[in-house]
């Protein structure tokens, strides 16, 4: 049952939520400032009082993104995972949820060693796939970190290994024709034409349109977006798969408006 202190911290924190939409940093700022004030003198449960997590967490990501004391934001959000692990059992949605959070501003920040990120990604994608499952957006939202730190690294086979193995997952949860296959055909695309192999990446790409084709029909935005893609990726493919390609597309060849008579 909430405390009457909870309903207080709330309401500041809605308050602040509100003044930070209408470019009110300072003010809300304020507002956050003071529920995290109120809790630590009066809440009882001192420094790691749990209510303080969510205001910590509100003021940290007030500091990152609106302010230049990064770092700061930086140490809310730090105590906040603290707070969730001496609150909960390990392994909580709490604390995972807070980890998860401190890693991507981290991520954003270039405030953490790339093998550091990916052994933290790692652990936190196991306990949000257990704790969520598997296809849940969160669980989802880790895995995409994680394929954006690795291809920063320019470890673009690791990045296509981890998507082939959400491609295999995702084609047993909603079978081969679905948005979140055509999400992953499309991830996986980009990364194989960065890593150089072209061939691969259109092979992949027209998975995709084949796809989106089957879901959304021929003149649905995703399939032209795709044709799109793939004509130009076509271009940058060795002349043999070109002319195969062309075979089984001939609508995205180039042809001349007019022929010599």
Aim: some cysteine.
């Amino acid at each position: 049952m909430d405390r009457p202190l909870d309903l207080q911290v709330k309401v500041l924190c809605a308050q602040a939520t509100v003044l930070a939409k209408r470019n009110r940093f300072t003010k809300a700022r304020e507002k956050v400032e003071r529920s995290i004030g109120l809790l630590e003198r009066d809440g009882g449960g001192g420094n790691d009082d749990p209510g303080l997590v969510e205001p910590l967490q509100q003021l940290g990501q007030l500091l990152i993104d609106h302010t230049d004391q990064h770092q700061t934001g930086l140490d809310c959000l730090t105590r906040a995972v603290h707070i969730t692990q001496v609150s909960n059992r390990p392994g909580s949605v709490a604390e995972c949820e807070a980890r998860g959070l401190l890693v991507e501003h981290r991520l954003r920040l270039r405030a953490v060693d790339a093998q550091e990120a990916l052994r933290e990604l790692h652990k936190l994608a196991l306990l949000f796939s257990r704790l969520h499952g598997e296809h849940n957006a969160k669980t989802l939202a880790i895995h995409n970190l994680t394929v954006q730190v690795l291809v920063q690294e320019e470890e673009y086979n690791e990045a296509t290994q981890h998507l082939r193995t959400r491609l295999k997952q995702c084609k047993e949860a909603y079978g081969d024709y679905s948005p979140q296959v055509c999400g992953v055909l499309r991830q996986l695309s980009r990364i194989l034409a960065l890593s150089g192999d072209m061939s691969g990446a259109a092979m992949t790409l027209d998975q995709c349109l084949h796809s989106e084709t089957l879901i959304y029909g021929t003149s649905s935005r995703r399939a032209q977006a795709s044709r799109l893609r793939l004509q130009d990726l076509i271009q940058k493919l060795p002349l043999a798969m070109k002319m195969k390609m062309y075979r089984k597309h001939p609508e995205l060849q180039n042809k001349p408006r007019f022929r010599n008579i």
